[in-house]
């Protein structure tokens, strides 16, 4: 079955520090990989996506992410956070072959000014 | 990118009532899903809805309790039966996108339930 693990719950950074979040994933084919991110009080958002190509992607507001097929991972990263990404974020997968777009536990990232 | 609309933004409902929650998209779709959001948790597929068939659902969701409707390619509606204060949760639409700069699956800003 499909799923999506996100090793850290919560985050805890200072301005300037450099951020990485876990993903692995569970799919025995082809899939596409997405990172959201929400926002106090507001509604999902879509980071950055891999379809195919160059395994490092690159999203909005600085962030990027790789994905290793190997390690059947695609973890987020930004050299220097701010304020403004205190946030929940998510990782999710869709196989290929007539799949679903399945989340991960979500990793609440504070960042203190 | 799609824009989707989500009616009501937020309720608090009796327990045993029902609640039907709106999902209107700008553009043609060809499947709408459901996501339940309960607090502090992550997001979980409820149904996926195409149009001019039945939803099917996913582990754990039943039609009895979450009927969905989808008659046309730009609007659904997931009604949430027989309301208990487990069901109290976020509920969101989604489409899949391919209109916009990054083709991906856009979400509606959720319908907040309470029941009480």
């Known amino acids: 079955a499909q799923s999506v693990s996100q090793h850290n719950h919560h985050v805890i950074l200072s301005e300037a520090a450099s951020l990485e979040l876990g993903c692995n994933y569970s799919y025995g084919g082809t899939v596409n990989l997405f990172w959201y991110v929400q926002y106090p009080g507001q509604h999902l958002q879509l980071l950055l996506k891999y379809f195919s190509g160059d395994p490092l992607v690159k999203g909005i507001k600085g962030f990027e992410a790789e994905f290793i097929k190997s390690k059947f991972s695609f973890n987020l990263r930004k050299p220097s956070v701010q304020w403004s990404d205190t946030a929940e974020y998510f990782c999710a997968v869709i196989g290929l072959e007539g799949g679903k777009l399945i989340f991960g536990q979500g990793t609440e990232l504070s960042v203190k000014p | 990118s799609a824009v989707i609309s989500q009616k009501p933004s937020r309720d608090i409902c009796q327990r045993g009532t029902s609640l039907t929650i709106q999902c209107q998209v700008d553009s043609q779709v060809t499947m709408m899903f459901w996501y339940r959001q309960q607090p502090g948790q992550s997001l979980t597929l409820i149904a996926t809805a195409n149009q001019g068939s039945e939803a099917t659902y996913e582990s754990g969701f039943v039609i009895d309790k979450f009927p969905i409707s989808r008659p046309n390619l730009t609007f659904s509606t997931l009604t949430v039966s027989n309301m208990s204060p487990e069901d109290s949760s976020i509920y969101l639409c989604?489409?899949?996108?391919?209109?916009?700069?990054?083709?991906?699956?856009?979400f509606g800003s959720g319908t907040r339930l309470t029941v009480v």
């Open positions: 989604s489409v899949e996108d391919p209109t916009g700069f990054f083709y991906g699956y856009t």
